[in-house]
T-cell receptor
Framework: NAGVTQTPKFQVLKTGQSMTLQCAQD?????MSWYRQDPGMGLRLIHY???????DQGEVPNGYNVSRSTTEDFPLRLLSAAPSQTSVYFC??????????????FGPGTRLTVT | GNSVTQMEGPVTLSEEAFLTINCTYT??????LFWYVQYPGEGLQLLLK?????DKGSNKGFEATYRKETTSFHLEKGSVQVSDSAVYFC????????????FGQGTILTVHP
């Protein structure tokens, strides 16, 4: 199993450009999430999905869109990049649990710089 | 809402020193607690977890005990190595959040030979 994969690894955008960060998992996990990591702030949840066709906003959703057409893929779209979106982005997935305990698996991250 | 507070960093230690990284939380209900580690240039890996009060999670010589009375989940290791240099994140999730994690701000640990 590849686990959670993310592409690209690095990206530089100009202000106003749009792009899509790709995330895929091969563990048949229902739950997928996008986080951004900024110095001194830990990781903050952008969007998440509890299954194909179902998404919802996290703590910092503005400027980002998501969709989930398959169980495996959960792309994150930046609509019009801004310097404040310079960050490291992590995708994560987890399986459901009758006990309510969810262990998340993280991808390697995408380092995005917006100039 | 849920929140996690970690001790301020960075933390610098000599090899074989004792490590404690403090973590306290606020949550409704009975959350699960986690420590994640991020090595330089890599993603996050689960280090250990505890799912109910008084549980002790352990892995690679690291330990943390779920203390409901003090709402804490402090990370400890008796003798750190240079290879333990990384960023450590405390996090929680509860069953109502479908695994969504609330993270602390992270603590940078540097271990010198």
């Amino acid at each position: 199993n590849a686990g959670v994969t993310q592409t690209p690894k690095f990206q530089v955008l100009k202000t106003g450009q749009s792009m899509t960060l790709q995330c895929a998992q091969d563990m048949n996990h229902e739950y997928m999430s996008w986080y951004r990591q900024d110095p001194g702030m830990g990781l903050r949840l952008i969007h998440y999905s509890v299954g194909a066709g179902i998404t919802d906003q996290g703590e910092v959703p503005n400027g980002y869109n998501v969709s989930r057409s398959t169980t495996e893929d959960f792309p994150l779209r930046l609509l019009s990049a801004a310097p404040s979106q310079t960050s490291v982005y992590f995708c994560a997935s987890s399986s459901g649990s009758a006990s309510g305990i969810y262990e998340q698996y993280f991808g390697p991250g995408t380092r995005l710089t917006v100039t | 809402g849920n929140s996690v507070t970690q001790m301020e960093g960075p933390v610098t230690l000599s090899e074989e020193a004792f490590l404690t990284i403090n973590c306290t939380y606020t949550a409704t209900g009975y959350p699960s607690l986690f420590w994640y580690v991020q090595y330089p240039g890599e993603g996050l890996q689960l280090l250990l977890k505890a799912t109910k009060a008084d549980d002790k999670g352990s892995n690679k010589g690291f330990e943390a005990t779920y203390r409901k009375e003090t709402t804490s989940f402090h990370l400890e290791k008796g003798s750190v190595q240079v290879s333990d240099s990384a960023v450590y994140f405390c996090a929680l999730s509860d069953y109502t959040s479908y695994g969504k994690l609330t993270f602390g701000q992270g603590t940078i640990l540097t271990v010198h030979p």
